[in-house]
């Protein structure tokens, strides 16, 4: 197992499953908001084509999180809109 | 940038991408085996169902367990693999741009290409289709049977074609309640041994019945039924509430043609074998003659259809560099001719058999 930080609180994952993954098996379902009206979003095809489910991860926007694996201290963001660098 | 050369460039190593590469090896072509995952396989390691066909192709053989097989091939033939690799873009009819770990651009060039991207699942529109719980049946069977999370605990599920029913199946042997199962058509789509299967298991079937609505407040809570008429038009009052955490769409598939049409592969409208796909002859040979083309990116089928596809393109690929003799070509390309016409023979594979068909005459026409 490793320790993800997700929105400043520690998960924790299975090594080498993706982020998507490790996010719904902790409860979590929204990944992200949308820029206009800030709709909750979560996973759709799961497969790294419709980008639905993309977050910040590690400073770094619009990361798919179903085709990203988890790697300890890991800091995941929900994003909001088309996300910043950070 | 690298510039390397390859014999063969195989992008996208699911079912018939992986057998491509493994026939262009055993035809004695050097081939370099390229896709952007982490893993190799595709789709191919998530179908933990028993395969149909005939014992030709493996049939009763789980998904699964043929993958491993696969695998198993490519290692012993020494087919180089690139994973984490994305394919962004075909010049000159033979080069591939590729970026490999997200960091380094690579350039290959490639005398011969077999594009086997693959298809994307389909989604239909209904107020609150963005819900969080809202995803495709795929997406589903991914949380499940790759990763082990169950999605949610009471799915209703879109569509009863082969995916709809095997992913259903596959969520109650995880744990999950399907409440129900909705079809637009007036009878269902899928084989009769998995919609039995899910049918004697207690689900419901609803058939000429859509969603019309998902509710919830931040994620799915609750689907809105509504019955449809024979002009497929809702019926007014028709609508009833199930309670959900998950819909599951599964509306079919669209063939996944970036990369061909980019490199000016033509295309072919072909709405049974899920839209717009590179024309393709016999010989799986696209309208450019270093680019050949197999699996679902050729038209939306089966994974057993596109394990003889990707074979026939592998084996082409290698024949035209002169790999193998004429007659080594012949024989083999008529037996696996001779295979994929099985899988599309009988009344399933009627109407696939007429859209390839149609394929492969608009290739000689147009040409």
């Not at chain 1, 997700?6 to 299975?14: E, K, P």
């Not at chain 2, 053989?61 to 033939?77: K, S, T, Y």
């Not at chain 2, 009819?93 to 594009?115: F, G, L, P």
């Amino acid at each position: 197992m490793v320790d993800i930080i997700v929105d400043g609180q520690v998960m924790q994952a299975r090594k080498g499953e993706m982020i998507a993954a490790a996010l719904m098996a902790n409860g979590k379902n929204t990944f992200r908001k949308t820029v206009k009206r800030e709709e909750p979003r979560g996973i759709y095809c799961g497969i790294g084509r419709c980008t639905d489910c993309v977050m910040t991860v590690n400073g770094i926007p619009n990361v798919r999180t179903c085709v990203t694996e988890v790697e300890e201290g890991m800091v995941i963001q929900t994003q909001i809109g088309s996300g910043e660098w950070q | 940038m690298k510039r390397l050369k390859r014999d063969i460039v195989v992008i996208g190593s699911g079912p018939a991408g992986l057998c491509a590469a493994i026939e262009a090896a055993r035809s004695g072509a050097a081939v370099l085996l390229v896709d952007e995952n982490a893993k190799i396989g595709g789709q191919l390691f998530k179908q933990i169902h028993k395969f149909f066909g005939s014992a030709d192709h493996r049939a009763g053989v789980r998904g699964i367990d043929i993958g491993e097989q696969l695998l198993r091939q490519a290692e012993e033939l020494a087919v180089e693999v690139w994973l984490n690799c994305e394919a962004c873009g075909i010049f000159d009819e033979k080069t591939v741009w590729m970026v490999r770990d997200k960091e380094h651009s690579v350039a290959v060039e490639a005398q011969r290409i077999i594009i086997a991207t693959g298809a994307v699942e389909n989604s239909i529109n209904f107020p609150g289709w963005t819900l969080p719980g809202v995803m495709g049946a795929g997406a589903a069977q991914t949380m499940i049977n790759i990763h082990r999370v169950l999605p949610g605990h009471r799915v209703l599920m879109v569509g009863s074609g082969n995916v709809g029913v095997i992913v259903s199946y596959q969520l109650l042997q995880a744990g999950a309640t399907v409440a129900a199962i909705v079809e637009a058509a007036p009878n269902l789509g899928g084989y009769g041994v998995h919609t039995a299967k899910v049918r004697r298991a207690g689900v419901p079937f609803y058939t000429s019945h859509t969603v019309k609505e998902a509710r919830g407040n931040g994620h799915v809570e609750r689907a809105v039924l509504v019955k449809l008429d024979s002009q497929w038009n809702q019926v007014p009052g028709s609508e009833f509430e199930v309670e959900v955490d998950t819909i599951c769409i599964a509306t079919g598939l669209t063939p996944a043609v970036e990369l061909a049409f980019g490199s000016g592969c033509r295309p072919f409208n072909s709405p049974p074998l899920g839209g717009l796909v590179p024309v393709h002859d016999r010989m799986m040979k696209s309208s450019i003659d270093s680019i050949y083309i197999a699996g679902d990116v050729s038209g939306v089928e089966e994974a057993s259809t596109a394990m003889e596809e990707g074979r026939i393109a592998g084996l082409s690929a290698a024949h035209s560099l002169g790999t193998i003799t004429d007659q080594m070509f012949a024989e083999r390309l008529e037996q696996l001719q001779h295979n994929v016409d099985a899988l599309r023979s009988g009344m399933f594979g009627q109407k696939r058999r007429e859209a390839k068909d149609a394929i492969v005459r608009s290739y000689g026409v147009e040409r």
